[in-house]
């Protein structure tokens, strides 16, 4: 009697664990039937945007999504970090580089129907001085007017010349909106793009579906899906599952190599706009003598930084400038080669030789990875680094950003052209140097001829005079599956531009 | 009954204040600007302190506190100090997520911990009882975040089965709804699956041992039906206390599984609130939370009172 009963008991559990098996095995796997080539993509990002209104709301991750996919302005920037004409056909300056004379595109509409014309362009650069909080409404401080000359001419008149100003207006300042489509920006973007926004959930996904009336060539995929994620490897996990096609800039560098050696996926490097930047606060009592900041330039190996904190991958630059500006200089990378013993004089020149000094780092993986090697570098030169890891961006922000109360960090700096900003006295690095910020301001305001030529001299004095320790540029590293075409390999911008993708 | 009932409402109102204002304190206490987190690096102190008083950060700290407190118990959860949206709809979106999480890791922790506990108690003393309890520690031992790592690399990378994360609401896609909860549940059910054979296996054990087993068994019925008649409903009681325990510890768990399969379930965006020091929204989530908590533990005493005639006369 007892053996059968047991066995009931057994097959009945056996029973139950096959059942809940077999819906886990019915379930897997999903299948794609329609027969056409495949339009759809679906890329995964690391930071999410809050809301969809970059008026307001400052981030990198806003503009990513929408700029050049759900709003254009009247130019933008190509891949190599050119400005190109979008929704101005082609555009005139005057002699004395005061007045734009812009031609518009004709038949151009907004995705809720309304036309976009020269009043559009008034009504949109006009709204940012007084209603943008977020993403550089100063950037258009040069504009002193803005006026519809026809429907399809803009003229736009500036109080002093500004190379700069154009490039500015590829960004997210520049962008171009209609009057009736701003009432919900945070939610319902309305724009001229190849794109409008068909749902948006903040912190999983944002989905793009071409639009149908889109002035432009159309793109070639129809539906896309930016999906959002809190980890990296849960990112890297998705790509190598098949859930996402693409991943633009990761993070994870030593996953590169895995990734080279597999033939269903390319590995595309190119350049990014992110410094990744030793500061030092040239306005405290340690770094304040530029020997000091100089001895921190020769006792720091940056090939080795880079080595660890981005398994080498990244390039060296010596300045805050990266290739895809005009100004880039590559010599600036080799001012200071790896010198301890250069370091070490010029600490005891400055009557530094037993400094200890607070290095307050964001918690961000390549900061804490990349600030265990400054540490230990600083420590061989007679440099005590005492390091601090801060919340980021909250307390990192308030601390190091706002309060100036640090002596060294380690950020990256990831907004396009920013170095005039980081020579700026308020800026947080405490540069305090009136002859560059001079030079800056000639070099906005002079022929375009010799623009270039004195960007670079200021580029340069910031680094001879050390304003910080420009470690290297982040590599803009892009992964993707072996069959997408036209990805972009570069991030000039903040814009993550789709119109170039296909299979 | 309704004596109790009252009591539990007056120790739900009592404990949801507490807890907020316990979160409010702690909130308050920690670095960090919303309004600046809202503008980023290209904004000017004054921009900032302009934004502070756009979302009322400048007003006392009590007065904060009573605003939300207030609009909270009719039911507006305010606005985001980040975003600036409404808080109410995402709270809902990723409770209702965590909810089906932590239900579906439930039914699964009881569809693997029942049967699983059942035949360690009477394969007991054999050598595959052994191997089976064995089985059930290692289940114990391994953190759902490491289990979940390990199905993403055999399930969702290597086999190319079941998807690797993310979230699909089933009034979309149903199939593909069942597909993205496969693998967290398991992750999130497994330990609690682990944890939950064990009682059943030494609940199971007690009751072999009664009396009225032992009378069962004398009027002749097999110890198969002696167990499923009579033995399993009392050894249910103590297994649902630990179940109406284990439900908090589901939720923080959550949290976790949450992250690793990038499922924007309450866990995450308590997360990201709090790294952007979005305050009415992380005191929302907590508050939803608390009550969750609260209303669960609510429902397994009544579950009790079913399962037992005895706790129906005591209350």
């Known amino acids: ?503 | 009954m309704v004596l109790v009932i009252l009591r539990r409402i007056g120790i739900f109102a009592t404990t949801g204040i507490v807890a907020s204002i316990v979160t409010f304190l702690l909130l308050a206490i920690l670095p960090g600007n919303a309004a600046r987190i809202a503008l980023g690096v290209q904004a000017t102190e004054a921009d900032v302190a302009a934004q502070a008083t756009a979302i009322g950060l400048d007003r006392p700290a009590v007065v904060r506190y009573l605003d939300w407190i207030g609009h909270v118990l009719v039911g507006d959860f305010g606005t985001s100090a980040v975003s600036r949206q409404p808080i109410g709809p995402d709270i809902a979106d990723a409770l209702g997520i965590t909810v089906i999480l932590v239900l579906a890791s439930v039914v699964l922790a009881l569809l693997f911990a029942i049967p699983f506990g059942i035949l360690t108690a009477i394969r007991q003393r054999g050598p595959d009882g052994a191997i089976f309890s064995s089985i059930s520690q290692i289940g114990v031992a391994v953190p759902g975040f490491l289990a979940g790592l390990l199905l993403v690399t055999v399930f969702a990378v290597t086999l190319r089965w079941l998807p690797a994360g993310g979230w699909v609401d089933p009034a979309d896609d149903f199939s593909g709804f069942i597909e993205h909860l496969i693998l967290p549940a398991i992750a999130l059910g497994s330990v609690q699956g682990a944890v939950l054979s064990r009682y059943v296996r030494s609940a199971v054990l007690d009751v072999m041992r009664d009396d009225f087993m032992r009378t069962a068994r004398a009027k002749g019925l097999g110890t198969a039906r002696a167990l499923f008649r009579h033995g399993l409903r009392n050894a249910a009681v103590p297994v649902m206390t630990v179940l109406g325990l284990q439900i908090a510890t589901l939720l923080i768990g959550a949290v976790v599984i949450e992250r690793v399969f990038s499922i924007p379930g309450l866990g995450s965006l308590l997360l990201d609130k709090v790294a952007l020091r979005d305050l009415p929204a992380v005191q929302g989530i907590v508050l939803v939370l608390v009550v969750f908590v609260l209303v669960l533990n609510f429902l397994v005493d009544l579950a009790f009172t079913v399962i037992d005639p005895r706790l129906r006369s005591e209350s």
């Open chain 1, 1 to 503: 009697m007892r053996a059968p009963t047991r066995r009931t008991i057994l097959a009945s559990i056996t029973g139950t664990l096959i059942a809940s098996l077999a819906l886990v095995g019915c379930s897997a796997g999903t299948a794609s039937t329609d027969g056409g080539p495949d339009t759809t993509l679906t890329v995964g990002l690391l930071a999410t945007p809050g809301n969809l209104d970059y008026t307001t709301t400052a981030g990198a991750a806003i503009p990513q999504a929408l700029l050049y996919n759900v709003y254009e302005g009247l130019v933008k920037l190509d891949n190599e970090g050119t400005v190109i004409p979008l929704l101005a056909e082609s555009w005139t300056v005057s002699d004395d580089g005061l007045v734009y004379d812009f031609v518009l595109n004709e038949g151009v509409t907004f995705s809720d129907g309304s036309p976009f014309t020269a009043d559009s362009v008034k009504f949109s650069l006009e709204r940012v001085k007084d209603n943008w909080t977020a993403n550089g409404p100063a950037y258009l401080d040069p504009i002193a007017g803005i006026e519809a000359v026809t429907d399809t001419q803009a003229r736009i008149t500036l109080s002093t010349p500004s190379n700069g100003w154009l490039f500015n207006m590829t960004g997210p300042v520049g962008t171009m909106f209609t009057e009736a489509g701003i009432s919900d920006l945070a939610t319902a973007p309305v724009g001229t793009g190849p794109y409008t926004v068909s749902s948006f959930k903040t912190g999983d996904s944002l989905v793009l579906a071409a639009n149908a009336d889109y002035w432009g060539a159309a793109p070639y995929l129809t539906d896309v899906t930016l999906r959002y994620f809190t980890d990296a490897t849960a990112q890297t996990n998705a790509l190598l599952s098949g859930d996402i096609n693409l991943i633009s800039g990761i993070s994870q560098f030593q996953l590169v190599d895995q990734f080279k050696s597999d033939a269903d996926y390319q590995v595309l490097e190119g350049a990014s706009t992110g410094e990744v930047t030793l500061s030092m606060n040239n306005a405290s009592d340690a770094f304040s003598d530029v020997r000091v900041r100089q001895a921190v330039m020769y006792a720091i190996d940056r090939q080795a930084v880079m080595d660890t904190v981005s398994s080498g991958y990244g390039l060296l630059i010596g300045s805050m400038v990266p290739p895809t500006d005009p100004w880039y200089d590559a010599s600036l990378a080799d001012l200071y080669p790896f010198d301890p013993a250069r370091a070490i004089a010029l600490l005891a020149e400055a009557g530094m030789s037993d400094l200890t000094v607070a290095f307050k780092i964001p918690n961000l993986p390549y900061a804490v990875a990349g600030a265990q090697v400054v540490k230990a570098q600083l420590a061989d030169v007679g440099i005590t680094a005492e390091v601090t890891p801060l919340e980021f961006p909250a307390v990192w922000l308030d601390e190091v950003f706002a309060d100036h109360d640090y002596d060294l960090s380690l950020i990256m700096h990831s907004e396009p052209r920013d170095v005039s900003v980081f020579a700026a006295a308020s800026y947080y690095a405490g540069y305090d140097s009136p002859a560059v910020m001079a030079k800056f301001a000639q070099a906005d305001a002079a022929d375009p001829a010799v623009y270039v030529e004195l960007m670079k001299e200021a580029t340069r004095t910031m680094a001879e005079e050390a304003s910080a320790n420009w470690l290297y540029l982040q590599p803009a590293i892009s992964l993707a599956d072996a069959d997408l075409r036209g990805v972009p390999k570069n991030t000039p911008s903040l814009a993550l531009d789709l119109s170039t993708i296909a299979r």
